[in-house]
Structures are given as structure tokens and as C-alpha cells.
Nanobody, 115 residues
């Protein structure tokens, strides 16, 4: 059974940093695309960043230059380093994995950027 478990969310002031982690199990981690999505209240879920098995990355325009996605295949973990956070980054962040035709989601981690 595939499980994705996020950690590292929380409350941070504008301009601050957080690092999200997503630990995967039950999956051949090195073969899958991993990503982070987010969903703010009243808005659709949107892609934040993704990283392929070959370490190619893709970012939403709104986070380019501020967020960095990375993966550690040995630890079966994907990270999202978030710097220069803004109030509009407030959302539930979801870890995502896709291998072949199958896709999986984590339970979500709340990130709140506020004074």
C-alpha cells in the first residue's frame, strides 16, 4: 500500500522560510514523478512544483525563485524548501506521486503565512 506522509508545515511570518518533507512508502520511489500541490480556501488545487525521476524540475510562476523542490531517493523523501514566504502562499500543501497510470496523494500539511 502506497503512503505519502507530509511534515514540516506550520505558521511563519511573511519573509520567513519553511521546509516541507514527504516520506513515501510502498512505492519504487526512484521511478516516480513527485510533486507538491497546494489548495487555498475557496480555490482550486494547483501545482506548486514537480521533480521527475531524472531530477528535472518544474515550478509554478508564482513560486519561481523562492521555492526549491528536491528528492532523496535513498530516503524515499521529497522536499519543498520555501523561502521568502508571502501571505498568499497560505494553503494546505499536498504531496503527490505518479508512477505509470497510478497517482497518489498525501494527507496534506497546513502552511500559514501571517504576522
Amino acid at each position: 500500500q502506497v503512503q505519502l506522509v507530509e511534515s514540516g508545515g506550520g505558521l511563519v511570518q511573511p519573509g520567513g522560510s519553511l521546509r516541507l518533507s514527504c516520506a513515501a512508502s510502498g512505492i519504487i520511489f526512484g521511478n516516480v514523478l513527485m510533486g507538491w500541490y497546494r489548495q487555498a480556501p475557496g480555490k482550486q488545487r494547483e501545482l506548486v512544483a514537480a521533480i521527475t525521476s531524472g531530477d528535472s524540475t518544474n515550478y509554478a510562476d508564482s513560486v519561481k525563485g523562492r521555492f526549491t523542490i528536491s528528492r532523496d531517493n535513498g530516503k524515499k523523501t521529497v522536499y519543498l524548501q520555501m523561502n521568502s514566504l508571502k501571505p498568499e502562499d497560505t494553503a494546505v500543501y499536498y504531496c503527490y506521486a505518479r508512477g505509470g497510470i497510478n497517482s497518489y496523494w498525501g494527507q496534506g500539511a497546513q502552511v500559514t503565512v501571517s504576522l
